[in-house]
T-cell receptor, first 118, second 115 residues
C-alpha cells in the first residue's frame, strides 16, 4: 500500500530565503507524484506533478520539485519565498498498475505549514 | 469552466441526524472523488466514481456513509446517524477521462460540525 510522509509539520522562513519541503513516499509499483497547496479557507490547488520523464519538474509560482526514485523522495523547493507563499503544502502519490494506468486515487501526506516572515 | 462546486459550504448538525452534501464537478469530467480532511491531517480518500459507477470505496466509509452519482453528473454524499467523529472537511474533486492520473480539481469543501 502506498504512503506519504512529510518530514516537517511546520517550516518558518524569512521572506526571500530559499525553502525546501520534504516528502518521502512508499509504494511497490509505479507512482505519480503531486504537490498541492492550500491557502486559508480555500480548496487545494495543484502546484506541480511528476508523471514521467525529467525528474526535475517546474510548477506554478516559481516552485520546483525533484523526483528521486532511489531515495523515494519528491522534495519541493523555491529559491526565494514571498509572504504570499504562506500556506499549507501537501505531497500526494497516485499508484499506477503494471501498464501505468491509474484512475488517480490520491494518498496525501500530513501537510507542511509554510510560514513566511517579513 | 466554473470549477468544482460544493454545497453547503458549512453544516452544523446534532449527533444522530442525517446530512447530505452535494458536489458538482467540472462539466465533462467523468471521474469524481470524495475525500475527508480532519484538522491537522491531509485529505483521506473516501470513494471514487467513473461516470455513474462507484468503483472503489475506502474502508473509512462505514455503512452510515453512502455516495451516489446519478447520470454521471453531480454527486451526493450522505451520512446517516452522524457522530462527533464525523466532524471534518469533506472535499470533492474531479478529473477528465483517460488512462493517466490527470490533475484533480478540488472544490472548496463542505465543513461538517457535529455537536
Amino acid at each position: 500500500a502506498q504512503s506519504v510522509t512529510q518530514l516537517d509539520s511546520q517550516v518558518p522562513v524569512f521572506e526571500e530565503a530559499p525553502v525546501e519541503l520534504r516528502c518521502n513516499y512508499s509504494s511497490s509499483v509505479s507512482v505519480y507524484l503531486f504537490w498541492y497547496v492550500q491557502y486559508p479557507n480555500q480548496g487545494l490547488q495543484l502546484l506541480l506533478k511528476y508523471l514521467s520523464g525529467s525528474t526535475l519538474v517546474k510548477g506554478i509560482n516559481g516552485f520546483e520539485a525533484e523526483f528521486n526514485k532511489s531515495q523515494t523522495s519528491f522534495h519541493l523547493r523555491k529559491p526565494s519565498v514571498h509572504i504570499s507563499d504562506t500556506a499549507e503544502y501537501f505531497c500526494a502519490v497516485s499508484e499506477g498498475d503494471a501498464g501505468g494506468t491509474s484512475y488517480g486515487k490520491l494518498t496525501f501526506g500530513q501537510g507542511t505549514i509554510l510560514t513566511v516572515h517579513p | 469552466d466554473t470549477g468544482v462546486s460544493q454545497n453547503p459550504r458549512h453544516k452544523i448538525t446534532k449527533r444522530g441526524q442525517n446530512v447530505t452534501f452535494r458536489c458538482d464537478p467540472i462539466s465533462e469530467h467523468n471521474r469524481l472523488y470524495w475525500y475527508r480532511q480532519t484538522l491537522g491531517q491531509g485529505p483521506e480518500f473516501l470513494t471514487y466514481f467513473q461516470n455513474e459507477a462507484q468503483l472503489e470505496k475506502s474502508r473509512l466509509l462505514s455503512d452510515r456513509f453512502s455516495a451516489e452519482r446519478p447520470k454521471g453528473s453531480f454527486s451526493t454524499l450522505e451520512i446517516q446517524r452522524t457522530e462527533q467523529g464525523d466532524s471534518a472537511m469533506y472535499l470533492c474533486a474531479s478529473s477528465p477521462r483517460g488512462q493517466g492520473p490527470y490533475e484533480q480539481y478540488f472544490g472548496p469543501g463542505t465543513r461538517l460540525t457535529v455537536t
